[in-house]
C-alpha cells in the first residue's frame, strides 16, 4: 500500500532552533507539494517541485524556509531559525501528472510547535 | 484570552441521509475543481474531481457539480455514514498545473 511518509510525526522545538522535516513521496511521483496547515490561514502551498525542480516556492517565507529535493525519494523542508508563529502543521503530498491526473496524496503531516 | 481562528461552517446530518456541501470559488481560470476530505488528525484525502467543462461527475456515493455561471461547486454525498464525519475543502487547480488552492473547508457532522 504506498502512501507518502513524513518525519518526524512531531516536533517541539525554542525559538531560534533549526527545524528539518522530511518527506518520501510515493515511489514513481514526479510532483511533491509542501502546504502547511494553521487554524488562521487554514491550508497554505508553500513550495512544490517537480521532477525535483522547485517550480513555486512563492507560498514560502525566503529569509527562514528552504525546500530541497536531495533525490527522488527524499524532499526537505527547513526553517532556521524557527519562530513561535511557525507552529503549525506541516504536510507533504506527492502526485503524477498525467493526463486527467489531479489527485495529490498527502502524508499524516509533521506537528510543529515552535516555544 | 480569546481564541481567533478560522469559523468553519458545519453541517449536521443524520446518518442515512443524504449531504450537501456547497462551495463558492472566485478564480475562473481553474481547469479543475477537486474535493479533499480531512479527518482528524490526518492529511487531506482525495475524493473526486471535475474539469471545467463538465456540470457533473458521479463517483461511488458522491455526485460533484459545478456550475460556472455562478462560480459555484457542490459535493452530494449519499445515505451519509459515520465515516464521512471530516473537513471536506473544495480546491481549483489551473490548467497544466498542478497548483491546488484551498478554499477553507466545511466540517461535517454525522449525527448517529
Known amino acids: 500500500d504506498a502512501r507518502v511518509t513524513q518525519t518526524p510525526r512531531h516536533k517541539v522545538t525554542e525559538m531560534g532552533q533549526e527545524v528539518t522535516m522530511r518527506c518520501q513521496p510515493i515511489?514513481?511521483?514526479?510532483?511533491v507539494f509542501w502546504y502547511r496547515q494553521t487554524m488562521m490561514q487554514g491550508l497554505e502551498l508553500l513550495a512544490y517541485f517537480r521532477n525535483r525542480a522547485p517550480l513555486d516556492d512563492s507560498g514560502m517565507p525566503k529569509d527562514r524556509f528552504s525546500a530541497e529535493m536531495p533525490d527522488a525519494t527524499l524532499a526537505t523542508l527547513k526553517i532556521q531559525p524557527s519562530e513561535p508563529r511557525d507552529s503549525a502543521v506541516y504536510f507533504c503530498?506527492?502526485?503524477?501528472?498525467?493526463?486527467?491526473?489531479?489527485?495529490?496524496?498527502f502524508g499524516p503531516g509533521t506537528r510543529l510547535t515552535v516555544l | 484570552g480569546e481564541s481567533v481562528g478560522l469559523h468553519l461552517p458545519t453541517l449536521s446530518v443524520q446518518e442515512g441521509d443524504n449531504s450537501i456541501i456547497n462551495c463558492a470559488y472566485s478564480?475562473?481560470?481553474?481547469?479543475?475543481f477537486i474535493w479533499y476530505k480531512q479527518e482528524s488528525g490526518k492529511g487531506p484525502q482525495f475524493i473526486i474531481d471535475i474539469r471545467s467543462n463538465m456540470d457533473k461527475r458521479q463517483g461511488q456515493r458522491v455526485t460533484v457539480l459545478l456550475n460556472k455561471t455562478v462560480k459555484h461547486l457542490s459535493l452530494q454525498i449519499a445515505a451519509t455514514q459515520p465515516g464521512d464525519s471530516a473537513v471536506y475543502f473544495c480546491?481549483?487547480?489551473?490548467?497544466?498545473?498542478?497548483?491546488?488552492?484551498f478554499g477553507t473547508g466545511t466540517k461535517l457532522q454525522v449525527i448517529p
Open positions: 515511489l514513481g511521483h514526479n510532483t
Open positions: 478564480n475562473s481560470a481553474s481547469d479543475y
Open positions: 480546491a481549483g487547480v489551473p490548467w497544466g498545473y498542478q497548483k491546488v488552492t
Open positions: 503530498a506527492s502526485g503524477l501528472v498525467t493526463s486527467g491526473s489531479n489527485e495529490q496524496f
